[in-house]
């Protein structure tokens, strides 16, 4: 091993070391029960190594929402007994939902589509919120009880995308890049489709969505894969393309609210200069994504993530 990788692996776990004791004090907040005759399910996918960050997510969302909610965990085959109990004590009631179990309906698995496919169930009974574990909600979210009152979808996005596209515009854009990246590929097949009736197309963050109740999209979710699956093949199956389902229902949903970049980011997609330099951004801010390592630059994620904890053991 290089001396430089080596450095490298060292200070990582350092820095996760250092994160994940600030996140343990999520456990010692009041529980948040699980009403599973609420209106609304606060979903997450969950592996062993990003418990406590789910937790916070959870907790930094749930907080600002204005109703009580069901709280459901898909757990990746990786939570202990241990795992469970712990979740179980934060959140009374919790339904955690092991991934084996959720039907496929002819989709792929891996890549978070058993995710997208148990949001489809659930907006059977419930308006459904999925947020990824490396997200925190650091200040109120009226855009999101607004989607919910008014059984709206929502997405968050960046300010390139910032409103639904037609189909040709999309396939133009995909195909001018040149990218062989899979979400490209799968979007310049956009006019090919006829399984779905689509007339636009939105290119957002599977991160952070809102599936309104009555969605009614497990059926066209399958036959949308399975026509995808017929045109690229093998390539269907490769990580990216859930995003990018995502992306096709949630545009197939009536009534939609992209959500508002720099209030609702993926951080550093692109970069907003006052979160990072710590300056004062009022209520221009709400939800974060912390994409993959991102969360380890600035210490954005460290300080927010102790600021709340700090805010919400006040309450």
Known sequence: ???NDFKGKVSRKVQEHRLNRVLKGY?????????????VTVMTQLYAKAIYMGIAAIHSLVRRLACSVNI??????????????????????????????????????????????????????????????DILVINDIPEINDCIINNRAFISSSPDWPEPVSINEIVEYASKSGSQNIQFESER??????SVELSRYVRGCAAFTGFPKGAELTDKLSQFSQEMESILGERWFEWGTEQFACN???????????LPWPKYQNFCFPEFKPLIEGASFGDEVSVIHFIGSNRFKYNVYLNYAKSSLQSFSKK
């Open 1 to 3: 091993m290089k001396l």
């Open 27 to 39: 456990l010692h907040l009041d529980p948040i029960e699980s009403n599973s005759g609420a209106e």
């Open 248 to 258: 096709t229902m949630i545009a197939l949903c009536e009534k939609l609210n992209v």
């Open 72 to 133: 459901e965990i898909i757990d990746d085959g990786s939570l202990t007994k241990d795992h469970h109990q712990i979740l179980f004590n934060v959140f009374p009631g919790i339904t955690i939902t092991k991934i084996e179990n959720i039907a496929r309906h002819g989709c792929p698995s891996g890549g978070c589509w058993e995710r997208l496919l148990r949001i489809q169930e659930l907006t059977n009974d419930y308006y459904v919120i999925q947020v990824d574990t």
């Open 189 to 194: 097949q956009l006019a090919k489709i006829k």
